[in-house]
């Protein structure tokens, strides 16, 4: 049996002795089990840089085969971390994705403490690809959206703003100029939604009504700020989880992001609370292989290690009675992975699975806020978008100043041989009538001095310095240049012949086109041209 345990702590001395006593109490739980286990225990083994090997996704980077198939020869993954590590953290990106693949493939998981949170995470948010935080890995407040320092032109698709008090993502749209609300982390921070000068009073979890017990004594005591009271939900008390432990116990509880109500999103992707406290769930089941808890396991707390020792023997059970049906890594990474189970079951064949009953979920489009799960008498609202916030906020993007404006222009406006760009900016002028000619046809004369090209390139030198007025040699345009002057008095010459030669009068460029049949209705103008900006001052009569 192939038991893979996960290290989610930093590489620090308080990490390293977190892992290592999260090792030790797996190994004396699994000892404790020895006589369900008929084959020889094989321990992996894994943290950050050397989760490598069990990673396999299609639309990631890891993608090796051989991944797949070491991933799929587990039987058992234990994963744990530090409690104040965020899910969208890039430190979190490769948990991230070891957590899909075990939620795609129905994989035995135990996750505990930083584990439970990347489950709330991508469940509440069915988030399939890696997206980054702008706004700080401890997100903001709405007021702060006028305060980011990335600029609105720098701001990517998989870029969000992330609400603390409500746990929204908020995503830019170019379209219309504003932040608009994609869905929900299922998380939010404690201390900025006890502020109550927000709509957090509406996310901490309400007070609930409990029985006084007679004596005093019988009641949990809390001796440190990071412990509190785990309470067993009523409808899961005589789950197997929870055998020979009180109603409540003592728990640590060293996180500062909880988790809040909201409804989900994808049908395949729920959770049922079994356990919670006074700030939100505690303990949650995924499916009948994956459970979660907030709290860390640890020895001094007795109960956390029932709860463990519990889960391995009912999932030990099924192992070897060969009920654990999981689903191989590369039929559940198919990109519509949330018919990854139909496939499978289509592989075992339908005879065996053609009386299994599915649930029918009534999708709604607005959010009602309704709870951590469904009861057998009323099932599951799925709705499109679980944000709580449905408000839009209108940013526009930073424009230049008038001066700045203008320098631009002047600077476009003085560069040598400037065209048009295509047909459409050359729009024909309101007082002729005859066809426009092609930007080939029109002769370009440079007429740059030495002087005005050095001050263009270097406006930092004083103009007294220059006293040349000869144009300045190109090589290779003066052949160019001799030839567009004898195309230039060719047409001259023969627009003089017809009698209709009337020169336009331009600046930088000369341009020649037929003249007007001058008329007694109609009076002859001369247009003076600068480039594509033409007012009515240029026009006169």
């Not at 299922?186 to 017990?213: C, D, M, N, W």
């Not at 999103?265 to 459970?291: R, Y």
């Not at 649930?359 to 309704?370: D, G, L």
């Not at 209705?521 to 900006?533: A, E, G, L, M």
């Amino acid at each position: 049996m192939k038991i893979l345990i996960v290290n989610g702590y930093g590489k620090c001395i308080k990490g390293f002795r977190s892992a290592e006593h999260y090792k030790q109490i797996i190994k004396e739980v699994l000892t404790g089990k020895k006589e369900m286990i008929d084959t020889e225990l094989e321990f992996f083994f894994a943290d950050r840089d050397s989760i490598d090997d069990f990673l396999y996704e299609i639309d990631s980077s890891f993608v090796r085969v051989e991944c797949g198939k070491m991933f799929d020869s587990i039987d058992l993954i234990f994963f744990e971390g530090d409690a104040n590590l965020r899910p969208w953290s890039p430190n979190a990106y490769k948990y991230l994705i070891l957590l899909r693949m075990c939620m795609r493939s129905n994989k035995i998981l135990f996750a505990s403490s930083f584990a439970m949170q990347g489950l709330v995470f991508l469940i509440a948010s069915n988030v399939e690809c890696q997206f980054s935080v702008i706004n700080g890995l401890n997100g903001g407040q709405l007021g702060d959206l006028s305060k980011i320092k990335k600029s609105l032109t720098e701001i990517r698709m998989n870029d969000y703003f992330l609400d603390n008090v409500t746990g929204d993502l908020y995503s830019f749209n170019y379209d219309t100029g504003e932040w608009v609300s994609k869905g929900n982390a299922g998380l939010h921070s404690r201390r900025a939604a006890e502020e109550f000068k927000t709509i957090g009073k509406y996310i901490v979890k309400a007070p609930q009504y409990k029985v006084q017990r007679m004596k005093e004594i019988d009641q949990p005591y809390i001796s440190k700020e990071n412990e509190i009271v785990c309470s067993l939900r009523k409808n899961s008390m005589h789950n197997y989880l929870f055998n020979g432990l009180p109603f409540e116990f003592v728990v640590p509880f060293k996180n500062s992001w909880d988790v809040h109500p909201f409804n989900f999103v994808n049908p395949k992707k729920t959770f049922q609370t079994m356990a919670d406290c006074e700030k939100g769930p505690l303990v949650i089941q995924v499916t009948d292989n994956i459970v979660a808890t907030q709290f860390s396991i640890r020895s001094k707390y007795k109960e956390t290690v029932q709860i463990m020792r519990n889960f391995m023997g009912y999932q030990l059970t099924k192992l070897c009675s060969g009920r654990a049906q999981t689903i191989p890594i590369e039929i559940a990474s198919i990109k519509q992975n949330d018919n990854a189970m139909d496939i499978y079951l289509e592989h075992l064949g339908r005879s065996k699975y053609h009386n299994q009953k599915t649930i029918k979920f009534n999708v709604i489009t607005e959010f009602h806020h309704a709870g951590f799960a469904a009861k057998k008498s009323n099932q599951l609202d799925v709705v499109v978008n679980n944000a709580i916030g449905k408000r839009k906020f209108k940013q526009t993007i930073q424009k230049l100043n008038a001066k700045d404006l203008d320098r631009l222009l002047d600077q476009n406006s003085s560069l040598p041989n400037q065209t048009f760009q295509n047909d459409q900016d050359r729009q024909p002028s309101i007082y002729s009538s005859q066809p426009q000619h092609n930007v080939e046809d029109q002769p370009q004369v440079f007429n740059k001095t030495g002087a005005e090209i050095i001050q263009f390139l270097h406006p930092s030198i004083d103009k007294s310095l220059f006293h040349e007025s000869k144009p300045l040699w190109v090589p290779g345009y003066l052949s160019q240049s001799r030839l567009q002057k004898s195309q230039l008095k060719q047409k001259q010459n023969t627009a003089g012949d017809e009698g209709q030669s009337t020169p336009f009068l331009t600046e930088q460029k000369q341009i020649t086109t037929p003249r007007l049949p001058r008329t007694a209705s109609q009076p002859h103008f001369r247009v003076i041209q600068k480039d594509k900006w033409i007012t009515n001052k240029n026009f006169q009569v």
